[in-house]
T-cell receptor
Framework: EAGVTQFPSHSVIEKGQTVTLRCDPI?????LYWYRRVMGKEIKFLLH????????ESGMPNNRFLAERTGGTYSTLKVQPAELEDSGVYFC??????????????????FGPGTRLLVL | AQSVTQLGSHVSVSEGALVLLRCNYS??????LFWYVQYPNQGLQLLLK??????LVKGINGFEAEFKKSETSFHLTKPSAHMSDAAEYFC???????????????FGTGTKLQVIP
């Protein structure tokens, strides 16, 4: 089974340009998460989709970041316009919800390889 | 709210020596705890996780971690380091959902493990 995939693996852009990152979750996983690791700091949560709906976007740093998940499959994260402080590694993760004895149980998150973004 | 503290951003051990990576957490609700590893140029891979039950958790590649509630710790150990263990290790916490399962994960700052031949 294919894991979480992310594209591109690396991106180098100039300040003020636009970049779009893509994440393809594991097939059948309704939950999709975006995280970011800025240089040398901890990995921080950005937002969480359940299917195509944004469940939690409390970690989005500002309105230059726009995440979408049309159709509840892959997701894109657009940064427009990019700033120097946006440089870092952007991780995507997915998980599935399981129904066990009438209770919904959200499973472990599986991470993709990340997109390394450098804004010059 | 949750937080994770990893002691030591860099740890060096000799090949064959004990690996001990320290992690302390803070959580307002019962936590799920994780260790992830990132090998060079690869993504995050789940090493092991604690949910409920047995406090000593065994993971992949010979790693294990013990959940100590009284110490709010979840240290990662491996009896004998191998060169292939060189990587960055992340401790993480997620609050337990009232419906079961995980919410968003809060990570520590990571510990880079160097294994010296």
């Amino acid at each position: 089974e294919a894991g979480v995939t992310q594209f591109p693996s690396h991106s180098v852009i100039e300040k003020g340009q636009t970049v779009t990152l893509r994440c393809d979750p594991i097939s059948g996983h309704d939950n999709l998460y975006w995280y970011r690791r800025v240089m040398g700091k901890e990995i921080k949560f950005l937002l969480h989709f359940v299917k195509e709906s944004k469940q939690d976007e409390s970690g989005m740093p500002n309105n230059r970041f726009l995440a979408e998940r049309t159709g509840g499959t892959y997701s894109t994260l657009k940064v427009q316009p990019a700033e120097l402080e946006d440089s870092g590694v952007y991780f995507c993760a997915s998980s599935q919800d399981l129904n066990f004895q009438g209770r919904n149980f959200r499973e472990t998150q599986y991470f993709g390889p990340g997109t390394r973004l450098l804004v010059l | 709210a949750q937080s994770v503290t990893q002691l030591g951003s860099h740890v060096s051990v000799s090949e064959g020596a004990l690996v001990l990576l320290r992690c302390n957490y803070s959580s307002s609700v019962p936590p799920y705890l994780f260790w992830y590893v990132q090998y060079p140029n690869q993504g995050l891979q789940l090493l092991l996780k604690y949910t409920t039950g047995a406090t000593l958790v065994k993971g992949i590649n010979g790693f294990e971690a013990e959940f100590k509630k009284s110490e709010t710790s979840f240290h990662l150990t491996k009896p004998s380091a191998h060169m292939s263990d060189a990587a960055e290790y992340f401790c993480a916490v997620s609050p337990m959902l009232s419906s079961g399962g995980y919410q968003k994960v809060t990570f520590g700052t990571g510990t880079k493990l160097q294994v010296i031949p």
